[in-house]
């Protein structure tokens, strides 16, 4: 597996796992977990909200009968407030509350730190320097290692990489949703790296690309319509495999990681083979810029700098 390390030292895996979608059954977890690091997927991706902070405890009970703390890249989100007994959740970005939910989810993850600890969203009208001193002193306090923030409005990620040492942006990025690379130059400016989500949209990237469109995409996406992607989407996969391109085409970016979640062992298996079968035998540089091509660019037109 091929390791990436961004400006606060911290080693990413170059393929993540994104533990959202992972079983609620702590042994289940506990499996695709282990075969996980084994296979060299070492950064695990979780927040608190994600099954109300059970799947941090999945993780937690994995580490703590695994023994492999010191293996894993260990990150986890804050800034949703949720009630444990109904469905509503709350943004709550403030001081008071990152400082109560970090020593919640070192709790239940059965560690004293974090790797990353990162912003699970973000509003302009946030007290956005309040936030960023928060997480300084949880740094300086040795409970987690480097910040980050999951966003992917432009006006958000523009004052955190002015005003704040942030090592990580995580957005959703690949062929299909590629706004992300209007940002990237003042991203890389910075020396932050992205941690890429959704790689796959939902399957849309990959052998079963049409069948996904016409199940969970007749009304397009992004702005772009059924008839677009489905264009986009054969012209692509005539030239190459789907996942293989993206993969690729992520490695050409500032991308410290690229998340995949997997609900089930085969998932995961499938994604570390098409990734280490990238690495091996990378598209011919012409056939790679075809099915770039093959997408339409697209802008993010909400909460712009």
Same mark, same amino acid.
């Given at each position: 597996?091929?390791?990436?390390?961004?400006?606060?030292?911290?080693?990413?895996?170059?393929?993540?796992?994104?533990?959202?979608?992972?079983?609620? =059954?702590?042994? @289940?977890?506990?499996?695709?977990?282990?075969?996980?690091? @084994?296979?060299?997927?070492?950064?695990?991706?979780?927040?608190?909200?994600?099954?109300?902070?059970?799947?941090?405890?999945?993780?937690?009970?994995?580490?703590?009968?695994?023994?492999?703390?010191?293996?894993? +890249?260990?990150?986890?989100?804050?800034?949703?407030?949720?009630?444990?007994?109904?469905?509503?959740?709350?943004?709550?970005?403030?001081? /008071?509350?990152?400082?109560?939910?970090?020593?919640?989810?070192?709790?239940?993850?059965? +560690?004293?730190?974090?790797?990353?600890?990162?912003?699970?969203?973000?509003?302009?009208?946030? @007290?956005?320097?309040?936030?960023?001193?928060?997480?300084?002193?949880?740094?300086?306090?040795?409970?987690?290692?480097?910040?980050?923030?999951?966003?992917?409005?432009?006006?958000?990620?523009?004052?955190?990489?002015?005003?704040?040492?942030? =090592?990580?942006?995580?957005?959703?990025?690949?062929?299909?949703?590629?706004?992300?690379?209007?940002?990237?130059?003042?991203?890389?400016?910075? =020396?932050?790296?992205?941690?890429?989500?959704?790689?796959?949209?939902?399957?849309?990237? +990959? @052998?079963?690309?049409?069948?996904?469109?016409?199940?969970?995409?007749?009304?397009? +996406?992004?702005?772009?319509?059924?008839?677009?992607?489905?264009?986009?989407?054969?012209?692509?996969?005539?030239?190459?495999?789907?996942?293989?391109?993206?993969?690729?085409?992520?490695?050409?970016?500032?991308?410290?990681?690229?998340?995949?979640?997997?609900?089930?062992?085969?998932?995961?298996?499938?994604?570390?083979?098409?990734? /280490?079968?990238?690495?091996?035998?990378?598209?011919?540089?012409?056939?790679?810029?075809?099915?770039?091509?093959?997408?339409?660019?697209?802008?993010?037109?909400?909460?712009?700098?």
């Amino acid at each position: 597996m091929k390791f990436n390390t961004t400006k606060s030292g911290i080693k990413f895996s170059a393929l993540g796992l994104g533990a959202m979608n992972l079983p609620i =059954d702590a042994m @289940d977890s506990q499996y695709i977990l282990d075969q996980a690091v @084994d296979l060299g997927v070492t950064y695990i991706d979780t927040a608190d909200l994600y099954q109300k902070g059970q799947n941090e405890k999945n993780i937690g009970n994995f580490i703590k009968n695994s023994k492999k703390r010191d293996q894993i +890249t260990l990150v986890s989100k804050v800034g949703n407030r949720f009630n444990m007994l109904n469905d509503e959740v709350v943004w709550d970005p403030s001081k /008071e509350h990152i400082k109560q939910a970090i020593h919640e989810s070192l709790k239940r993850l059965e +560690t004293d730190y974090l790797d990353l600890y990162m912003l699970h969203g973000g509003m302009i009208e946030d @007290d956005k320097d309040e936030t960023i001193e928060t997480f300084e002193a949880l740094k300086k306090d040795g409970l987690i290692r480097a910040y980050g923030i999951s966003s992917i409005r432009p006006n958000v990620i523009d004052y955190y990489l002015k005003h704040s040492q942030i =090592d990580t942006i995580m957005m959703q990025f690949n062929l299909i949703d590629n706004r992300p690379t209007d940002l990237i130059e003042m991203i890389k400016s910075k =020396d932050v790296q992205i941690l890429a989500r959704g790689p796959l949209m939902k399957g849309l990237l +990959t @052998d079963k690309s049409l069948t996904v469109l016409d199940k969970k995409f007749k009304s397009g +996406t992004l702005g772009l319509s059924y008839d677009e992607l489905k264009n986009s989407l054969t012209e692509a996969s005539q030239i190459a495999p789907l996942q293989h391109a993206v993969y690729q085409y992520l490695m050409t970016q500032p991308v410290a990681s690229i998340v995949n979640g997997a609900s089930h062992i085969d998932q995961l298996q499938a994604n570390v083979k098409a990734f /280490e079968s990238v690495q091996q035998n990378p598209l011919e540089q012409q056939a790679f810029e075809k099915v770039v091509q093959a997408f339409k660019k697209i802008q993010y037109e909400d909460h712009l700098i």
